[in-house]
């Protein structure tokens, strides 16, 4: 009988190799590096390079000298190398789920659910770039024909958050290529090994050098804006905090670059008295739980109606109670630790405030002393609507429960953030289901489900959740193409 094959250990500076710029990998000018820290362990796994102006400058560079020959690749011909980048990474899951786990801290299940939805959005894409089509008309006067094309807008810079650190990268760099746009992608310091690992992998499946570049800095604001400020430049995509998606979309203005922001969320989760409510329990779960709670889209604040509101409440703590609490990495783990120290505080902070304010605690509730940045799964009911968690992403495996009466009033209340970007409704009755739907604030609401992120549908938000959708039949490409209108009298 075979021995069972052991996983080889993960060689962590192999990854930071340097910047990935025009397709070779070189240190960053002044020299300096960025440590990489595992959340789990508090170990540094490696040290990647710090790119500054110069750097930044070099990559604007490599990706303008590769965009003409890019654009002109026939659609085909991108499809399959965008194919290619699918297949190499499902290849390669298991390395990159464990890599996420260590560099992030999620558990390991949580990671190997990202590398499929990341691998997925290069395949959907393939089958995108060559269906990008353009338009044949007639004016309304008949005096000449209407023709409209679809034409990659140019250098695209692309910046993304540590939370999903190889399905924030692929769901902007997937699209861009198969539109035609030629991309600099700048992953968040504190996960960048990970767009490293997919970077090792463009080259092998094709991805002429200068089409994507990769580059990691410690000071993100002066970098990108003096990429910004390069007028070859002409699109921004980014995700992560609204404070800093203001920020950027101000610093675009100054030469009108075109932007599209997946920003924070403060997702309803409601739960009428008609509900499943194993099924919605099961749903609670992953719309709190899917990577520890660090999730856009996680459920921020659930409004259960009264009639079924303690009955729920206590399914979701015996739940939460159960989960496995530990390192990312270890195979029975449910829970993980949060990205850093001060993640951890400030849940804390927020946990403290709705105590202070007369919520109470039936699970967890207490953080976690010792090495790593742990905070126990917890639920927490009677939470008062003026508390600090009402307002801010807990971003973390914090479950708030709010009771509510009537339909009205859990609309209302649903709606009274500045966010809209994910909302749960759980409900038998279907046309109520749907009345809700469309009377949230949000640019997606799952019904009796508790996930709604799907490659082929569009993915953003509205109010301060963002601008402009990615994934889906053509909302995704849309965002890096132009329209160009040509006046023909024939
Ligand atoms: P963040 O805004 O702090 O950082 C996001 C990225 O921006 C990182 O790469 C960071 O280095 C960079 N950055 C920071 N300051 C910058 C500046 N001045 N100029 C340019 N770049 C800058 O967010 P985070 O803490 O990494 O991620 C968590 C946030 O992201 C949460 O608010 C979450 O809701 C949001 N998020 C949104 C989505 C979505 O699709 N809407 C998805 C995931 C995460």
């Known amino acids: 009988m075979n021995a069972p094959q052991k996983t080889p250990a993960l060689d962590f500076p192999a990854f930071a190799k340097g910047l990935y710029i025009g397709g070779d990998w070189r240190a960053a000018k002044s020299g300096k590096t960025i440590n990489v820290t595992d959340p789990s362990s508090e170990a540094v796994l490696a040290a990647v390079a710090d790119a500054g102006l110069e750097d930044a400058a070099a990559a604007v560079d490599a990706a303008a000298a590769a965009a003409r020959g890019w654009r002109q690749t026939p659609p085909r011909q991108r499809s399959e190398i965008l194919r290619r980048c699918f297949e190499l990474m499902i290849a390669r899951a298991d390395m990159l789920a464990r890599l996420i786990s260590h560099e992030n801290g999620k558990a390991l299940r949580d990671a190997r659910g990202e590398v499929a939805y990341a691998a997925e959005f290069f395949r959907w894409n393939a089958e995108e770039a060559v269906r990008i089509s353009g338009e044949y008309g007639l004016a309304p006067s008949g005096a000449n024909r209407i023709i409209v094309d679809y034409q990659p807008m140019g250098i695209a810079v692309l910046i993304t958050p540590w939370n999903f650190p190889a399905a924030m990268a692929t769901r902007k760099i997937a699209p861009a290529l198969a539109a035609g746009c030629t991309v600099i992608l700048k992953p968040a310091t504190e996960t960048p090994l990970t767009a490293y690992a997919l970077a090792d992998l463009f080259a092998e499946a094709g991805v002429p050098p200068g089409v994507v570049n990769v580059l990691t800095t410690s000071t993100p604001g002066p970098v990108t804006n003096a990429m910004l400020a390069d007028p070859r430049v002409r699109k921004l995509s980014f995700t992560g905090s609204t404070g800093v998606g203001r920020a950027l979309l101000s610093e675009a203005g100054k030469n009108v670059i075109s932007c599209s922001m997946e920003l924070g969320g403060n997702a ?29 889209t996680a459920a921020n604040r659930i409004y259960v109606q009264s009639g079924i509101h303690d009955a729920f409440a206590e399914g979701l703590a015996k739940r939460m109670a159960a989960l496995k609490v530990g390192e990312g990495v270890d195979e029975a783990t449910e829970c993980g630790p949060m990205i850093t120290r001060k993640a951890v505080e400030k849940i804390d902070r927020l946990v403290s405030d709705a105590v202070g304010r007369g919520a109470k605690i039936t699970c967890g509730g207490k953080k976690g002393e010792g090495t790593g940045f742990f905070y126990p799964p917890t639920v927490i009911t009677d939470v008062p609507d003026d508390s600090e968690m009402v307002r801010e992403e807990i971003f973390g495996p914090v479950a708030p429960l709010y009771r509510f009466e009537t339909e009205e009033e859990a609309i209302e209340r649903a709606n009274d953030t500045e966010y809209g970007l994910a909302a749960y409704v759980f409900t038998r009755d279907i046309g109520r289901g749907l009345r809700v739907a469309g009377g949230i604030e949000a640019g997606m609401i799952a019904l009796n489900r508790g ?40």
């Open 268 to 296: 309803p989760f409601v739960v009428f008295d008609d509900a499943d409510l194993e099924l919605a329990l099961d749903g609670v779960m992953v719309a709190k739980m899917r990577n520890a709670g660090e999730a856009c």
């Open 451 to 490: 996930l709604v992120s799907d490659p082929a549908a569009p993915f953003g938000g509205v109010k301060q959740s963002g601008l402009g959708r990615e994934g889906g039949q053509h909302h995704g490409i849309a965002e890096y193409m132009e329209a160009k209108y040509i006046a023909a009298s024939i």
